[in-house]
């Protein structure tokens, strides 16, 4: 019996520490972000419930199509916490994706959320690499209408495979799921990572890795 209620205990602590990894449910009906507070939370301090309107649960322009006129030929317009105060606390965003012709939103990997993307126009290669060791490439073309999802965590990408113009409309289980682009971490970080590392990491010659550095 008494291994029995240590059994027992342990799970309920497993399932809480598990539950408190991700975003937690809201204990009220809102908490707008405050951008005025220079307070420092696991999120946004709550405004004055007082103070909040329709304007902190509204946002406007994802109709307008993103400039793509950069090397990767995509721009994410996103609508997170940070352009949507309500969503404080309410663990999910989205985001409007533009590819130009043969255009990428490159290898990443978001750390706090799931995606689930839906393809408005175009046709988009899209896919997932699954963690070591399998290292699995789970890909698949979609075209208007259809809907994949990428696991928390994992680097994935998208390419429009068209000759037009591509849009995806995606949605994050998080407030702010943060996007950690992999070429851009490891090529651009500031101080640099040692080429050293990055050389026997790549198995490349050096010169291959002060090129991409200096790239990003």
Request: with cysteine.
């Amino acid at each position: 019996m008494t291994n029995n209620i240590v059994l027992l205990s342990l799970v309920a602590l497993s399932v809480a520490f598990l539950a408190s990894a991700f975003e937690p449910s809201p204990l009220q009906d809102f908490c707008v972000a405050d951008a005025t507070t220079s307070a420092r939370v696991n999120g946004q301090p709550c405004k004055n419930p007082s103070s909040v309107g329709a304007a902190d649960f509204s946002f406007s322009g994802l109709h307008i199509p993103g400039n793509t006129s950069n090397p990767n030929g995509s721009r994410v317009t996103p609508v997170s916490v940070a352009q949507l105060p309500g969503l404080n606390t309410l663990g999910i965003s989205m985001v409007r994706i533009d590819y130009a012709p043969w255009g990428i939103n490159p290898p990443h990997t978001h750390p706090r959320a799931t995606e689930i993307l839906t393809v408005i126009e175009g046709s988009l290669q899209v896919g997932f690499v699954t963690s070591n060791p399998g290292n699995n490439l789970i890909t698949k073309t979609l075209q208007k209408g259809d809907v994949f999802a990428f696991p928390i965590g994992l680097v994935h990408f998208q390419r429009n495979v068209g000759t037009k113009n591509a849009v995806a409309i995606a949605a994050l289980s998080s407030q702010n799921p943060g996007v950690i682009t992999i070429a851009n971490a490891v090529f651009g970080s500031e101080p640099k990572i040692s080429s050293d590392v990055l050389t026997k990491a790549f198995q490349v010659e050096p010169s291959i890795v002060q090129k991409l550095q200096a790239t990003f």
